[in-house]
């Protein structure tokens, strides 16, 4: 048996980065770029006023009250072509132009207008209330690096930028596949030795909740021959995963009816709890995850291996490991010899620290215990009792809730 350390080199180190492929920018929300994106215009494209009010030159209202006569106007997406003369204002509204000859904007609210005429009440040294020219950006500068995954705000950098599309990564392609005897689709009405397959829906909604495009081949009996024809439908993807039947009981038959097929293992069994069983290699040409049926080890399994295998294929690997420091709600004993990954709550203390209690119940059969968990608490192999207090590592699972 492998440590997880040592399992996760060998997964991440048989996968390489996808090709790229341009998207637009409707369609980019979430996914990663395979390049790094360059302005291609200046943001403002020109020094431009921040305020509504008057664009004036300062030396004409270092004394107040001062009068300018108003001799244009220069609104967003418009400019003024003359040029401010001394004794002059140029009527200003936020993200107009200003125009030449002045080198301040003085806001409505310290002004008076009168006809043609504004009374300035308040001086305004050079500079005030203007935007320089590329203030946020120039042209050519980078905005956005290779392997970031693509959220709202990176999606508006890239339009300020002027991209209407980008290039990212290939989705990676995984195929996904149940088995047991004992399964049924969801919302069928299972027999009485029966249930509902999780499972596979769980897998097929980790998979596109990480940017990739699962291809969910169904159910199999733990039956070889059949098995071993429902995962030829996995020829041509990026990874291959099954769940069930890969511990060492009598139906426990991926192993047997893969092998056939071409499966290479590279390991099976990781010092893990839950997820000890997992399996990993090759069917043929594609790396192939055997994870064990219990669901709450098939997701863990999923969080930490083929969210790995789905980084390296995304280029995100080594973009933050999604780990957190937490403080203990309570004491935990020493551990034993496999690394666990404990279903937590997290929550705040008095003083604003975020604090794992972990829940009473761990068994790895329990998704309704899983479904309230906020994340994986991490205790490392033989690690030593802990306090209530003590430092740990919890992989976040809702990690949109963790803002304080
Ligand atoms: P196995 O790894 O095949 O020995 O399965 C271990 C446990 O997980 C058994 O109780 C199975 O019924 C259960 N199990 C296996 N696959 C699934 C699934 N897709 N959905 C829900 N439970 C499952
Ligand atoms: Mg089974």
Request: aromatic share 4%.
């Amino acid at each position: 048996m492998i440590s997880v350390e040592e399992a996760m080199a060998r997964v991440t180190a048989a996968f390489a980065p996808l090709p790229g492929e341009e998207v637009s920018l409707e369609n980019a929300l979430g996914r990663v770029l395979a390049e790094d994106v360059h302005a291609t215009v200046s943001h403002p494209p020109a020094d431009v006023s921040a305020m509504d009010g008057y664009a004036v030159r300062a030396g004409d209202v270092a004394e107040t009250p001062a009068s300018l006569t108003v001799v244009g106007e220069a609104p967003a997406g418009g400019c003024y072509e003359g040029e401010v003369a001394p004794g002059e204002a140029v009527r200003i509204f936020t993200g107009g132009t200003v125009p030449r000859g002045a080198d301040a904007v003085v806001m409505q609210e310290n002004t008076e207008r009168d006809g043609a005429t504004v009374t300035v009440k308040k001086s305004s040294d050079p500079g005030t209330h203007i935007r320089p020219q590329g203030q946020d950006f120039k042209s050519g500068d980078m905005g956005l690096a290779a392997g970031r995954r693509l959220g709202p705000h990176d999606i508006a950098l890239a339009a300020a930028m002027n991209m209407s599309h980008l290039s990212v990564r290939r989705k990676p392609r995984i195929a996904v596949l149940s088995t047991g005897d004992e399964l049924t689709p969801p919302g069928k009405t299972p027999g009485p030795d029966h249930i509902p397959g999780s499972n596979g829906p769980a897998l097929v909604a980790f998979i596109e909740s990480r940017g990739g495009e699962a291809v969910d081949l169904g159910i199999a009996p733990d039956d070889e021959g059949t098995l071993a024809s429902l995962a030829a439908g996995a020829k041509g993807s990026d990874a291959f995963v099954t769940s069930g039947g890969v511990s060492v009981g009598d139906h426990d038959i991926v192993h047997n009816a893969l092998g056939p097929c071409g499966l290479e293992v590279d390991f099976w069994g990781v010092a893990m709890r839950p997820g000890k069983p997992v399996m990993f290699g090759r069917l043929s040409d594609t790396p192939f995850f055997g994870f064990p049926g219990n669901p709450v080890s098939t997701l863990v399994c999923a969080v930490v291996f083929l969210g790995a295998a789905m980084d390296a294929m995304l280029g995100t690997a080594g973009r933050g490991s999604g780990e957190i420091p937490v403080r203990l709600a309570c004491e935990l004993k020493s551990n034993g010899k496999r690394q666990d990954f404990m279903r937590v709550r997290l929550s705040h203390d008095a003083e604003g620290n975020l604090t794992a209690t972990p829940f009473p119940k761990q068994d790895s059969a329990m998704l309704s215990v899983l479904a309230e968990a906020d994340g994986l608490l991490i205790r490392p192999p033989l690690a030593p009792a802990a306090k209530a207090g003590d430092l740990a590592s919890v992989i976040a699972l809702r990690p949109h809730l963790m803002a304080s």
